[in-house]
């Protein structure tokens, strides 16, 4: 009884301090939101949502968000701001709630997702002023908070995922008509705010499917779940009438290195700065999972042991080949827009890799737990004789301490990003 009512004690100690920091973070959200949508595009409070708004007004647009301002548009001027703001609020906390779902899918303890959650909702690229000036452009990240295409879509496309991976894991056996059908219209509303989501979801969908095939899973449950792409290519093609339809003068064409360069002075550096700790966790556990990739293709019965953290690395590889081949032309040249589905990718690695994270430093303290608990019952020792550790438990300590530094630098940079733009700082701040 004691016991439990010291870990209660404790709990409320750690969740209401988490209650109250995420509150005055939404706060925050809905002031800078309502601030950004009463300064244009260059000056205060910079953001694209000015522009956005102004776009829907005068009846021009080609995301459905464009329906919704105008729809907003029917209140009184300061509700109308305030309803933007308070509904990309809802949104980025979503995501945040999300995060938390796929994290504790994991097993991952509660106030430990609770911690990681925060994080991975700040985490920006390491700051090298050298390397780079700016603090966010020129680098990739998926903490934004100045687009509000990319706000809605992240969250979007987050329950997509979820959904994605809830129905993949149990279809070989059984299918649920309700999720598919819910995963199909998802989809189409994530594409119908942006498109880049979908631009590098579906090929590896595509690729999933195949290896599904392969691992057993029914051929009519492949192609139930190939289907529920069109309702989305649907809207892709209104979307490619509206943004590249004749007489508009966009279009898209291959053009290598073009949007890598566009603002950044040395890409190569810039890019491997924004998923440094994405990079540092996959180096540590990429021989296992091809081992384990391996064993699930010879063993069918098994599925994708690691499917969500193959999902990330080859959505990331797609959104990759993108990003540095492809670039628009006309009025939208200099937008970058190829960078959103990169940018919603790399969350998605941060994401993964903290869950990878949490498991390697899990397995490692059980392995030397189980080493001294080994020792202390071989009576045969010497009492003051030490527990032994292996060189690669030392040096994969080692490792994890490093990778929690650039985690923990990766978390100040978003932090100190978001705060000086709920100060009025435009995002190009340096």
Not at 162 to 181: D, N, P, Q
Request: hydrophobic content about 55%; aromatic content about 16%; proline content about 3%.
């Amino acid at each position: 009884m004691k016991s439990d009512k010291k870990n209660k004690i404790i709990n409320a100690f750690f969740i209401i301090p988490a209650v109250i920091g995420f509150t005055f973070y939404c706060f925050e959200l809905v002031l800078l939101h309502y601030n950004q949508t009463l300064f244009p595009v260059t000056g205060k409070y910079e953001s694209d949502l000015f522009a956005h708004i102004e776009m829907a007004l005068d009846g021009w647009g080609y995301s459905i968000l464009a329906v919704i301002y105008r729809l907003f548009a029917l209140l009184p001027e300061f509700y109308f701001h305030f309803a933007i703001a308070t509904f990309l609020c809802i949104c980025e906390a979503g995501a945040l709630a999300l995060t938390y779902i796929i994290l504790r899918s994991e097993k991952i303890e509660t106030k430990t997702a609770i911690v990681f959650t925060a994080i991975s909702g700040f985490v920006a690229p390491l700051y090298i002023r050298a390397i780079q000036p700016y603090r966010y452009i020129g680098y990739q990240s998926g903490s934004i908070w100045h687009n509000s295409t990319y706000i809605v879509m992240k969250f979007t496309a987050l329950i997509c995922i979820v959904l994605y991976l809830t129905i993949s894991e149990k279809y070989k056996e059984k299918m649920s008509a309700s999720e598919v059908i819910a995963f199909a219209i998802l989809l189409a509303v994530t594409t119908s705010v942006k498109t880049n989501f979908i631009l590098v979801f579906a090929p590896v969908a595509l690729l999933f499917l195949i290896a599904d095939f392969i691992l057993g899973v029914p051929l009519k449950r492949i192609i139930l779940c190939a289907l529920t792409v069109f309702p989305s290519v649907a809207v892709i093609l209104f979307q490619e009438y509206v943004l590249f339809g004749e007489g508009t003068g966009n279009g898209i064409i291959i053009d290598p290195l073009y949007s890598v360069y566009l603002r950044a002075e040395k890409p190569y550096f810039t890019m491997i700065l924004s998923a440094a700790f994405p990079i540092v966790i996959l180096l540590l556990n990429i021989v296992p999972v091809l081992k384990d990739t391996l064993t699930d293709f010879k063993d069918k019965k098994r599925g994708l042991t690691h499917r969500f953290f193959l999902l990330a690395w080859a959505m990331w590889f797609v959104a990759f080949v993108e990003y540095i081949l492809l670039r628009e032309t006309g009025k939208r040249e200099l937008d970058d827009n190829f960078a959103w589905g990169y940018d919603f990718c790399l969350f998605i690695l941060f994401v993964v890799s903290i869950m990878y994270f949490v498991k390697n430093i899990k397995s490692l303290l059980e392995k030397i737990t189980k080493k001294n608990m080994s020792d202390l019952s071989d009576t045969s020792k010497d009492d003051t004789t030490p527990a032994k550790v292996n060189a690669f438990d030392i040096f994969k300590a080692v490792y994890l301490v490093l990778a929690l530094a650039i985690l923990i630098y990766h978390t100040y940079c978003g932090v100190f990003f978001f705060v000086r733009l709920t100060q009025g700082v435009t995002f190009f701040m340096q």
